[in-house]
C-alpha cells in the first residue's frame, strides 16, 4: 500500500549541513518528497508536536531542543513508507543503530539524532496536518 509519513531534519543536522545527504539518502531509497519547508518552531509549537511525550522526562529537553534552529520538514510517499523510513533512519539512539542508517551517520546520541520519522498512521496523520495543508502536497497522476 501506498503510504504517506512525516519526516524531520532536525536542528542538528540541518545546523551540520547534512540535510543534503539526508535528502539524497531518501532519494536513493526510492521516497517520493511530496511536500517539503524549512521552518524554525517555537518551543509552544515544539510542545504541540511532541504532545504525546508530555510526561516523559526528557519532554522539555527535547522541546527545547527542537526549536533551537531551523528544521526541514518533508511528507515522503511510498509503499509501506511509515515502516521503511523508520528502518532508514535507525534506532532512536545513534549509538544503538545499524550501520548506514541515518542516526548512525548523523546523530549524536538519543536527543540530537538527526531525524524524526511517525511511528504509525495515526501519528502519521497528525504529522502531516500539523504542518502541512492539502494544497501544499503534490499529487501524483
Ligand atoms: P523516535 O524518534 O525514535 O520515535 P521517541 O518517539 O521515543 O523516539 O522519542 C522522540 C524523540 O525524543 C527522539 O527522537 C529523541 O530526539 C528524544 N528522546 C527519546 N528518548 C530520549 C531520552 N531518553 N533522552 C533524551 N531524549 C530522548
Ligand atoms: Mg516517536
Not at 51 to 70: A, C, Q, W
Not at 84 to 111: C, V, W
Not at 118 to 131: G, H, L, P, V
Request: glycine share 6%.
Amino acid at each position: 500500500m501506498v503510504e504517506r509519513t512525516l519526516s524531520i531534519i532536525k536542528p542538528d543536522c540541518v545546523a551540520a549541513k547534512n540535510s543534503g545527504k539526508v535528502i539524497s539518502m531518501l532519494e536513493k531509497n526510492g521516497f517520493d518528497i511530496v511536500a517539503m519547508k524549512k521552518v524554525w518552531l517555537t518551543k509552544q509549537q515544539a510542545e504541540k508536536f511532541y504532545i504525546v511525550h508530555k510526561e516523559r522526562p526528557f519532554y522539555d529537553s527535547l522541546t527545547t531542543f527542537m526549536s533551537e534552529g531551523p528544521i526541514i520538514v518533508m511528507v515522503l510517499e511510498k509503499e509501506n513508507a511509515i515502516e521503511d523510513y523508520r528502518k532508514l533512519m535507525g534506532a532512536t539512539n545513534p549509538q544503538e543503530a545499524s550501520d548506514g542508517t541515518i542516526r548512525k551517520l548523523f546523530g549524536s546520541n538519543i536527543e540530537r539524532n538527526a531525524v524524526h520519522g511517525s511511528d504509525s498512521k495515526e501519528s502519521a496523520d497528525y504529522e502531516i496536518n500539523f504542518f502541512f495543508n492539502e494544497l501544499e502536497i503534490v499529487k501524483g497522476e
